[in-house]
Structure formats: structure tokens, C-alpha cells
């Protein structure tokens, strides 16, 4: 795997192509961030790994974190907002207090984008898993969006795991795979991708190279 960024999403909007037809794109903010810690298999971690910083913590700041931070950035160092960690094949091309920026990716590039999903509360099956209803005859006058029977009989008499029913919906870690990228902003540090990501405007997201993109030339590891 390769390194990748921490973001936030700004919103989308619709750039058009060379023959005129209107693309749309989500707007992110990808980075620049900070390499806070560099883990490798040799070491005490076990795993090969890159850990990067987002954005500046305010308020909040725990004793853990200055500690943490301040082991491999020094204690002057800010805090970040958001520590991400990506596995990669060479952790040895990083080291901490490195900056990471736009640069690492290329237009027309495919990442894989993962972030938390709009929380849509308390929904029922309908909505929740797309079930199709009951049927409104027969004197049924209050079932129609009912999920119906969810047990058994005397064998084995219980319901099973995993069964779809009502409730949370939303709220979820969720990634898109292989959204290209139309254009990049280096000043603004700015990536347009074609296509919706998780959550609404002000989450914070990861883009990382596609890895079940075949025949794509993605970032260096």
C-alpha cells in the first residue's frame, strides 16, 4: 500500500471536459499533513506504517496527546486535529516532521476515499435496507411498512444474527473505490474527484491511491 492524505470535504460542484460535458466532483481539502511517526516491522510496532497529522487541535488537548507528539515532534510542536495512520511498503523514504501534500497525486490518478457517512437517525426497514412493504389488501390497515416475521418456529426457535431490522442508519465508516481525479489546485491544496464521498461538508476524509485498480498508475510507495 501507499501513504496517502487526511482531508475535508468542501462540497461539490461541476468542472466540464475537453468536449463540453459537465463532470461532477467533490471538492477536498487534502492536506498538507505532517508525518508524526514512521513504524516499521524491525521495530517495536511490528508493522510497517506511517502515521500523519491533520490540521491544529485548540482546545481539548490531552496529556497523552502532547506526549505522544511531543516524543517524535518535539514539545513545541502543535498538536494535530487528526492522527490517520497507512500501511506502506517502505517506511524508510519518511521521517517525522515531513510534509505531505497534493503533490502525491496525479490528475487522472484513481483513489479510494473512505470518511463517516450522513447519520440518518432511527429508520425502518423500508428505508433502512430497502425492503418492499406489504401488500395493502386482505383488511391489512397498518402493516404496510412492517418487516413482517423475523423468527422461527419451534426450530430453532430464535431469530438470527445478523437480521435485518429497524434502526441506526448512517453514521458509518464507508469507502468509495477508484474515483478518478479531474483536477488538482496545488496553491489551495485543493483535489477535485469525480464523484460523491462520504459525509457532508467539514468531514474529515482520507485519500489514499486505488488499490483494486488495475493498469493505473498511482503514487509511489
Not at 12 to 30: H, R, Y
Request: glycine fraction near 14%; charge should be positive.
Amino acid at each position: 500500500m501507499s501513504v496517502g492524505l487526511i482531508g475535508k470535504k468542501i462540497g461539490m460542484t461541476q468542472v466540464f471536459d475537453d468536449e463540453g460535458a459537465a463532470v461532477p466532483v467533490t471538492v477536498v481539502q487534502a492536506g498538507p499533513c505532517t508525518v508524526v511517526q514512521v513504524k516499521a516491522a524491525a521495530g517495536a510496532d511490528g508493522y510497517d506504517a506511517v502515521q500523519l497529522g491533520y490540521g491544529e487541535r485548540q482546545k481539548n488537548i490531552r496529556v497523552p496527546q502532547r506526549g505522544h507528539i511531543g516524543k517524535h515532534l518535539g514539545d513545541d510542536a502543535a498538536i494535530p486535529r487528526d492522527l490517520r495512520e497507512f500501511r506502506v511498503a517502505g517506511p524508510s523514504a519518511y521521517e517525522a516532521g515531513q510534509t505531505l501534500d497534493v503533490d502525491l497525486f496525479t490528475v487522472g490518478q484513481t483513489v479510494d476515499v473512505s470518511g463517516i457517512s450522513k447519520g440518518k437517525g432511527f429508520a425502518g426497514v423500508m428505508r433502512r435496507h430497502n425492503f418492499s412493504g406489504q401488500q395493502k389488501t386482505h383488511g391489512q390497515s397498518d402493516r404496510w411498512r412492517a418487516p413482517g416475521a423475523v423468527g422461527m418456529g419451534t426450530t430453532p426457535g430464535r431469530v438470527w444474527k445478523g437480521q435485518k431490522m429497524a434502526g441506526r442508519m448512517g453514521q458509518d465508516r464507508v469507502t468509495i473505490q477508484n474515483l478518478k481525479i479531474v483536477d488538482i489546485v496545488t496553491e489551495q491544496s485543493i483535489l477535485l474527484i469525480k464523484g460523491a464521498i462520504p459525509g457532508g461538508p467539514g468531514t474529515l476524509v482520507t485519500v489514499s491511491p486505488a488499490v483494486k485498480s488495475p493498469g493505473t498508475s498511482n503514487a509511489s510507495e
